[in-house]
């Protein structure tokens, strides 16, 4: 029994050799002045960002288009483009087609009194504007709910027809984005994310997703889900159309040991590496995130620790000596020995 384990560890020395012979004869062939990827790399500390483009525009949350109730004459604007209004706020006065009537008869008459000058026709001629404007008092038009003036569409003394769009309003502005499908399951609501707008390159502004649409659309045979953002804080140079492209932070590790993804062999169920410290042997480690170039290690590696990479390494670990590998197999050789 004890010759058939004595067999099988001698079996399994000889692989572990076999690889690090045929790694340090490649490294061997290499050119010295090509010699700049290595075999040898060091878990480190680093960081991993991972995250999902997406582009779209800033529009509002809630956008409300206010019409006129009746057909009539604009006889004051109180509010601008982006003025905040409060709910009930008086938004415009329109006067209807019997009040417009009377009040301009009335005019009429007290302009020919004054050329006349005729003082009695005058008086009787103010007297019956004022009837009239008590009698007929112009229609307020009203917000019906906080938010900005996104759009004014009337100007004093215009003359509107019915459910005509006098202002639009805007209770807040957000991003609302397009996610291929191929992406849509990475993408969750309190997923955070960083806005820039084309208008506005410089600046970055962080939000996070609010809203995912449960229903797909085909848009140039690509199934896409309409995904909104809302922004942390909205910027008082957003406006309602501005193209925004957005990143969301699928994952943002800082910190965290890290080694360069072709350090990393699939055994079957198992991660595993080839650990190059005291007693040089294959480790089992866990892995976490990945950005494709490095992977996170959450367990089976400590930072400082050497493993041999299967192909060129990149990233922080990464040695710039062909004596790694040289020493880590002098110390496989020398725990062979000793065994």
């Not at 572990?16 to 061997?28: E, T, Y």
């Not at 060091?42 to 956008?63: C, D, K």
């Not at 309190?190 to 809203?211: C, E, N, R, Y």
């Not at 909205?234 to 969301?248: F, K």
Request: one cysteine or more.
């Amino acid at each position: 029994m004890k010759r058939r384990r004595k067999i099988t560890l001698s079996v399994f020395m000889a692989i572990v050799l076999a690889i690090i012979v045929l790694a340090v004869l490649n490294m061997r062939s290499v050119p010295e002045e090509s010699f700049s990827e290595r075999m040898v790399v060091v878990a480190e500390r680093g960081n991993i960002r991972v995250h999902v483009l997406a582009t779209g525009t800033i529009q509002p949350f809630t956008r409300v288009e206010i019409r006129a109730p009746q057909k009539g004459r604009v006889e004051e604007v109180r509010f601008d483009e982006g003025d905040r209004v409060r709910t009930g706020s008086v938004l415009t006065l329109l006067s209807g087609e019997d009040r417009i009537s009377l009040v301009d008869a009335a005019n009429s008459m007290i302009e020919e009194a004054k050329k006349s000058g005729d003082e009695d026709a005058l008086k009787d001629a103010r007297a019956a504007k004022e009837t009239a404007e008590r009698a007929y008092l112009p229609m307020s038009v009203t917000s019906p709910l906080p938010a900005t003036v996104i759009k004014r569409s009337c100007q004093p003394g215009q003359y509107v027809g019915v459910n005509e769009v006098l202002f639009v309003l805007s209770d807040r502005l957000v991003a609302g984005v397009e996610v291929d499908e191929t992406d849509i399951g990475k993408i969750f609501v309190g997923q955070k994310a960083v806005i820039t707008l084309d208008a506005f390159p410089g600046d970055k502004v962080t939000g996070k997703v609010v809203k995912i649409s449960q229903e797909g659309r085909i848009v140039s045979n690509v199934v896409i889900y309409d995904v909104q953002v809302n922004a942390e804080s909205v910027p008082s140079n957003w406006s309602s159309g501005m193209t925004a492209n957005v990143e969301l932070l699928i994952h943002d590790l800082m910190d965290i040991v890290v080694v360069p993804v072709g350090a990393v062999r699939q055994t079957g169920m198992d991660k595993m590496v080839m650990l190059l410290n005291d007693k040089p042997h294959p480790q089992k480690i866990e892995t976490g995130a990945t950005d494709g170039k490095m992977i996170q290690v959450t367990s089976g590696l400590s930072e400082g620790d050497s493993i041999v990479a299967i192909g060129p390494p990149s990233g922080p670990g990464a040695r710039n000596d062909r004596s790694g590998a040289l020493r880590a197999l002098g110390r496989f050789r020398r725990f062979s020995r000793g065994r």
